[in-house]
């Protein structure tokens, strides 16, 4: 068809090609004419519209782009070399028969043997190659993928060599910051400069701003970090779980406010702080998903004009898609905040638990000995053992928090775009993944270690009237309306009470007294059938409860919930382009 409007200054007509696998066809529609649509699931297997074929035309008069550069952009990170050459053929390639084209493309260099076959037709598998990217580095300055029109594909090798050789100068201390320096950006690229001079180290600059740069570096640091504390976390709800385990059918006595309310077994009790822990892990792989797109290739704010690929550089640096916004993915820190909360919900439900630890080894408690390695002497009081991780975990989930009420409180007031102020999200998300990484192993040990008194525990677990719910739950089986069930279990507590007693020494005269308008003589010494720990316990099963089964089934789907989160508390964050300081000394 003829030239319906123009892209970049070159005529485009609306047009939609097509490479099948072993030849090539094309076709050219006028808009809305006679356009041949396919079913989803019966796509020819290479279909790019006109906007890709002058994209392509663009970038190839500005550079020399190879075909298996183009291959990555059609075909996606994996492909066969049938599948290439259909690519090869489609734009233009020197005829080149398949077994020449193969031979050509091995020898190249280019290309990665994935291990992976892929059956095409009648045709026996085929195997599966990725094309091996150049690099982008991660330390602020290039888009290594990017910009072959700014700098030669032949002196790839040449800027790689000494974007390396600075990574290991910043690694070993050799360079550093001087005054004269702005920011760390201005400082990487002196040192830049220093290694392969002004020719080749200063075109690496052009259409980057330390603005994109600096938004997609966060995003890679926290999401590596995130695994680094989703880790951890798992590693303490595995440590809880143990102990848990280890408590078999030991009963406790269960609190609300602080006082005695009812019988649960410890198992149940260290259980409810697996969960919360769980959910943080969860939380963090949420995350992950949302904050999965890079900002690299928005410049300032606008995006740019000298023919960067943000896709290419986003698949190289680990991320599965680029911002949608430019203006957006330079300036927004709501995921750098999310992730600021998660570490402080965390923080708190570390700490939750540490307050319970303290109290339980405290004198009066005595329910947990502490491990002497993880507990701490007076300096003037010799016979002190103070619980110092777990109080240092109490006090750090406060810090926690501020990081994360600061950092909102410096985004609240921003207009948008990029402003310096933005610099401070740093501050507060580098402290808390400090604390954490510091604190979850000093407190995991401490929970591993420590010792339960199980006699103490099972001798406090009934006291207190802690099995005055029972006594109202059996009245309402026999027939009794909760609502005087629960005032006769209170005057039972009465009794109890005004003689010093508990519930089980009371005679089984006083229950007749108590439940004569309601039930006969003979029956309301039946009572004492709950009054004990184990009974308690046991009578509740339902889902949930604290019943030994139930405690049991948790257990359980507590570990086979950690081993599912430990796919991604194991997963890479990081693309091929991440080098890290040991590698670079290999």
């Not at 504390?229 to 280890?246: N, V």
């Not at 008194?453 to 309402?476: C, Q, S």
């Amino acid at each position: 068809g003829g030239p319906t409007r123009s892209h970049g200054g070159l005529p485009m007509v609306s047009v939609v090609y097509w490479a099948l696998v072993g030849q090539t066809e094309a076709a050219g529609f006028e808009d809305g004419d006679n356009v041949r649509w396919f079913p989803e699931d019966e796509l020819p297997e290479l279909a790019f519209d006109h906007r890709q074929i002058i994209d392509y035309a663009l970038l190839r008069l500005r550079s020399k782009i190879e075909y298996s550069d183009v291959a990555t952009r059609l075909l996606g990170p994996t492909f066969t070399l049938r599948q290439l050459h259909g690519v090869y053929e489609a734009i233009g390639g020197e005829p080149l028969d398949l077994a020449n084209f193969r031979r050509k493309m091995l020898a190249s260099g280019d290309l990665e043997d994935t291990g992976e076959k892929m059956r095409e037709g009648r045709q026996r598998p085929a195997t599966v190659y990725r094309y091996i990217p150049k690099r982008p580095v991660e330390n602020g300055t290039p888009h290594e993928s990017d910009g072959d029109d700014i700098v030669e594909l032949s002196r790839q090798g040449e800027r790689e060599d000494a974007l390396d050789a600075l990574q290991r100068r910043v690694d070993s201390g050799a360079f550093a910051p001087i005054e004269d320096d702005e920011d760390e950006a201005t400082a990487l690229e002196r040192g830049l400069l220093q290694i392969a001079g002004d020719e080749l180290g200063g075109k690496l600059r052009a259409g980057r701003s330390r603005n994109d740069q600096i938004a997609a570096l966060i995003r890679m640091w926290l999401r590596r970090h995130s695994r680094v504390i989703a880790k951890m976390l798992l590693g303490l709800a595995a440590t809880l779980t143990e102990q848990a385990e280890k408590a078999g059918r030991t009963v406790m006595p269960g609190r609300t406010h602080m006082q005695h309310a009812q019988p649960v077994l410890l198992a149940h009790q260290l259980m409810a702080h697996v969960w919360p822990l769980l959910r943080d892990v969860e939380r963090l792989a949420d995350w992950d998903k949302r904050i999965d797109a890079s900002p690299y290739g928005s410049g300032a704010l606008a995006g740019n004009t000298l023919g960067l690929e943000p896709v290419a550089v986003a698949r190289e640096l680990g991320f599965s898609k680029v911002t949608a916004n430019s203006i957006d993915g330079t300036a927004s820190r709501d995921l750098v905040a999310e992730f600021a909360f998660i570490a402080a919900m965390a923080g708190v439900d570390i700490s939750r638990l540490s307050e319970e630890i303290i109290i339980w080894n405290t004198q009066e408690f005595a329910f947990v000995r502490l491990d002497d390695a993880y507990s701490t002497g007076s300096s003037i009081m010799p016979q002190k053992k103070n619980p110092d991780i777990a109080e240092l975990a109490r006090g750090k989930s406060g810090r926690l928090i501020g990081d994360l009420a600061g950092l909102l409180t410096t985004l609240k007031g921003l207009p948008t775009a990029y402003a310096r102020d933005l610099q401070e999200d740093k501050e507060a998300v580098f402290d808390q993944v400090d604390t954490l990484e510091v604190l979850l192993p000093a407190f995991t040990g401490m929970v591993g270690t420590m010792v339960f008194n199980k006699e103490r525990l099972e001798a406090e677990a009934p006291t207190g009237f802690a099995l005055a719910t029972d006594i109202a739950e059996w009245l309402v089986k026999n027939g009794v309306p909760f609502r005087h069930a629960h005032e006769l279990s209170g005057a039972c507590v009465k009794i109890a009470e005004d003689r010093g007693q508990e519930l089980w020494d009371l005679a089984d005269d006083d229950f007749i007294e108590v439940f004569k308008e309601f039930l006969p003589a003979d029956k309301a010494p039946g009572v004492r059938e709950v009054l004990s720990t184990e009974g308690s316990v046991s009578a509740r099963n339902g889902k949930g409860g604290t019943s030994p089964l139930r405690v049991r089934e948790q257990i359980v789907s507590a570990k086979t919930a950690i081993e599912q989160l430990r796919a991604f508390a194991n997963s890479v964050s990081d693309g091929p382009a991440y080098k890290t300081p040991e590698s670079l000394l290999k």
